[in-house]
Structures are given as C-alpha cells and as structure tokens.
C-alpha cells in the first residue's frame, strides 16, 4: 500500500500563489500521480496528473495556464505549482497516485489518496 502526504495548503488572497507538494511512502515506479480537489457542497474534482516519468501532463481546463504539475522521482514528491489564484480554488487539495492515466480521454482515474490539504483564497 502507497501512503501519500500532502503539505503546503494554508491561506492566500487572491492572485497569490501556493505550492503543493505530495511525498510518497514508497517510489510509484512507472505509475502516474495526480491532484484532485473538493470544495465544500460540490463533488471531488480532477485539477492535474503527471505520467512517472514526467513526460505527459493532463490539466482540467480551468486551472491551464495558471498551475504546473510537476513530479520529483528521486524524492518520491509531486509537486502542484498554483499561481493566479481565485476565490474558487478554495477546496481540499488531494494527492492521487497510481490507477489509469489516459492522454487520449484527457482522464485519470487514481487508486490511492492522500488525507487531503485546505487550500483557502481569501478576496
């Protein structure tokens, strides 16, 4: 079983910036990592993945452009760089890690989870 644990959440006003980071108990070899969110009332929701290797990216269209996903293999950390912030980012950030990863269906559906991290933006 892969644990994951998210850090850097906290409190930022709107156009600022945070950084993500997810550590791994153990290297996903060849298995793709990812980050979802949950806002308070609303479904989870797909925000980035990353393939292994870091050659393939997915992002849900409303955070292109604003956030960069990004993966650090030697440190078993994924990384979400989120920029441009608004007050609708606000949600639990979760780490995902393994499952199915398609570029073609611009999908990627995670088996682990992480506990999740508050990400708030304040106007």
């Known amino acids: 079983q892969v644990q994951l644990v998210e850090s850097g959440g906290g409190l930022v006003q709107v156009g600022g910036s945070l950084s993500l980071s997810c550590v791994a108990s153990k290297l996903p070899f060849n298995y793709p990592m990812g980050w979802f969110r949950q806002a308070p009332g609303n479904e989870r929701e797909f925000v980035a993945a990353i393939t292994w290797s870091g050659g393939s990216t997915i992002y849900a269209d409303f955070v292109k452009g604003r956030f960069t996903i990004s993966i650090d293999n030697a440190r078993n950390t994924v990384h979400l760089q989120m920029n441009s912030l608004k007050p609708e980012d606000t949600a639990v950030y979760y780490c995902?890690?393994?499952?199915?990863?398609?570029?073609?269906?611009?999908?990627?559906?995670?088996?682990?989870w992480g506990q999740g991290t508050q990400v708030t933006v304040s106007s």
């Open positions: 995902a890690s393994h499952g199915t990863y398609s570029s073609n269906r611009n999908s990627y559906k995670p088996t682990y």
